[in-house]
């Protein structure tokens, strides 16, 4: 399960970039993503017969359309999604293949052949005559996927009842009882669920505590739950109001590991000249793969006849003037004037972190395991804060010494008072310029002592740069705590 899971991340990730340079789509959604693999899955639109060009896939004729209708079936699934012209989508409207052209057996006939080399399960929803609702009920609420099927097993060992339902449910109700912009602090709509913070679970948990078989069935008879408010009604008066309440109040609790293991140094050896650069700092050398060098390492390498040759397959771009490597630069052999191939290179380069591994041997560390916050004060009486960060590499050797992982001292300093140790994931509560406070954990610890943080509830893009929040042991103004599994706030005894 989990090679099929990268498989397929690999695959969206590939075609993201496919999206990029041959359409011209900045930045490709999950929409984009799957209309393209439908696109690869069927080329063609199953009722008109009609060819969907790559210029009109994403030009707004074509959209992804439901087999089966959404809100009859409740099947939100890639198994029920193909292409169509929206034009024609708009004609099918709310009805199954069969509904909408069973009535002309010729046409018919020919959108079973169109979809003939579909996967069985998505074949078989143009074929199927109807939506039988005491079936569909059933599905909803026992739904088939292998970890739904296991945990219902277990659960069913302590309750009496245990049902389960699709998302699809979920997703419906939560849209009538007004829920998908509770979280929103920019006052958007309720057409869409916020997803960039983590507290969005919680209020699904409430939607699928209150579905009952009742809303299900109402779900089955209606065409779009959006259209028909007086079917839905909320659970209680000033359900929306409580729940807004409830959530705001919850804290999200994110698991901090201190364990030592991971990768301790990053794969490539370094070996150490006794040259110096222009600041006085080691030069190191290393191999690298012709097809794995970058236009930067083009430049440091050291030999310099193999440098030439290298430029010879390089370029340099008529728009920036930078040199770039084509991807066909070293599909052919290159060879020295000898006629001895050259597979690898010598790099020649700084590295500031470079530890010692083996006699003659240094790599640059990996992972940063935690950094280690004191104070002190200066000549002029001022309190000041050092950081010493401490990679997993430096943390294995003090577990194997039998020290502590987290030392006490500052290695240069011994006279700063310790003041706090932050981990990936530890929580700070951070005092803002009016004098409030805000709970943010630590997503990063760079070897320059700047530490990354995000609010703790932040679930969204790591490239979003708008919550991202940047400290260094002098601009940090705050005091660790610790959130346990039930979202209880305690000061940490560091």
Known sequence: LLRENRKRERERKEIAQKLKTEFGIVKPGRDDILKYQLWQELNICPYTGKAISGAQLFSGEVQIEHILPLYRSLDDSRMNKTLCFADENKLKGNKTPFEAYGGDPKRYEAIKLRVAKLPYKKRNRFTQKEIKTDEFVARQLNDTSYINTEVVKFLKTTFRDVKCSKGTVTAALRYKWGLNNILSTKGDDNEKKQRDDHRHHAIDAIVITLINTAHIKKLAYVNDPKTVDHEFPPPWDNFRNDVKEAVGKIIVSHKVTKKVRGKLHEETFLGKTEEKDEKGQSLFVYRKNLESLTPAMVKKIRDP?????????????????????????????????????????????????????????????????????????????????????????????????????????????????????????????????????????????????????RPINFAGDLADKSTRLFKTPNTLNGQKVVIDPLGREFPAHD
């Open 305 to 453: 006849r193999i440098r030439e040759l290298v430029e010879s397959r390089c370029r340099i771009d008529e728009t920036t003037g930078k040199l770039t490597i084509p991807k066909e630069a070293f599909a052919e052999p290159l060879l020295m004037p000898s006629g001895v191939p050259v597979k690898k290179v010598r790099i020649i380069d700084t590295f500031t972190t470079a530890v010692p591994i083996k006699p003659h041997r240094y790599a640059q560390p990996g992972n940063n395991h935690h950094i280690e916050i004191f104070e002190y004060t200066d000549k002029k009486g001022r309190p000041k804060r050092l950081g010493y960060v401490v990679t997993l590499l430096e943390a294995y050797q003090r577990k194997r010494r039998k020290e502590p992982i987290t030392a006490r001292r500052h290695p240069e300093n011994p006279e700063a008072k310790f003041i706090m140790s932050l981990a990936i994931n530890e929580t700070v509560r951070i005092k803002g310029e009016a004098g409030n406070s805000q709970l943010y954990r630590v997503q990063k610890i760079d070897q320059s002592t700047t530490i990354t943080f």
